[in-house]
């Protein structure tokens, strides 16, 4: 018996390691262009740009993508965002190949039309959708980025308040679905944590108000700046 246990030691040690599972990882990119060039940027984007996109996901390089565009001119903002997910960590070695000769994913015709502003690696927090999302033709994209002083207390604040508010939003029917982001790498960037809501329209973005969530603690993080209002060109 004891040479039989000796055995089963000596063979669990030979077994190779295991290693983690793979989990997805995600990038948010954001690119901006002049006022004169932006509709012909959209146009591009819509017409060719996100075929790009469509096929390095085929080709296995990335998991999904949206490529979201601002439904408005802000100066202070970008213009255009792609939330690209890879199937783990280390395909995103795949994307830095592409980079070097298609920035942010853009041809070079594309370039002279706009550029990549902000290259954000990020870690997903929480995503739910609703069971029956509908007709999403006419979704509005409800996006927020919050500073906080740690990726902890962004967390706390999505624990006590941006996940209660999401989730009663969709129990009033008003959301197609939320993803809550948070920077890997924040440093000197915009922000610690990002909020993307799709509310099915705009009606429905504009009953949010009538939610009333009550929080469970007072809120630790605060947004970088006003909420940015956007459209989905390309999934």
């Not at 002049?34 to 996109?53: C, N, S």
């Not at 999403?136 to 740690?150: C, E, N, Q, R």
Request: hydrophobic share 40%; aromatic share 12%.
């Amino acid at each position: 018996m004891r040479g039989l246990l000796t055995f089963v030691i000596l063979s669990a040690a030979l077994l190779p390691a295991q290693e983690a599972p793979a989990t997805p990882a995600h990038l948010v990119i954001t690119y901006r262009c002049p006022p004169p060039r932006r509709a012909a940027f959209r146009q591009y984007m819509t017409e060719l740009g996100v075929q790009r996109f469509d096929r390095w996901k085929q080709d296995g390089v990335l998991k999904d993508y949206r490529f979201l565009f601002n439904s408005f001119v802000d100066v202070d903002t970008w213009d255009a965002m792609a939330i690209l997910t890879f199937p783990n960590f280390g395909a995103i070695a795949k994307w830095r190949e592409i980079e070097k000769t298609n920035p942010g994913g853009l041809a070079r015709d594309a370039i002279d039309i706009a550029w990549p502003l902000n290259t954000y690696p990020v870690d997903l927090v929480s995503h739910e959708a609703a069971e029956s999302p509908g007709d999403l033709s006419h979704a509005v994209y409800f996006i927020t980025p919050y500073d906080s002083s740690s990726p902890g207390l962004f967390a706390d604040y999505v624990k006590n308040v941006i996940g209660p508010q999401a989730k009663a939003y969709l129990r009033a029917d008003l959301l197609a679905e939320y993803t809550l982001l948070t920077n890997r790498y924040p440093g000197g960037k915009r922000w610690q944590g990002l909020a993307i809501l799709v509310f099915k329209d705009l009606g429905a973005l504009s009953r949010r108000d009538e939610i009333k969530v009550p929080t469970a603690n007072p809120p630790s993080a605060n947004p970088a700046r006003e909420s940015i209002l956007a459209e989905s060109i390309g999934h």
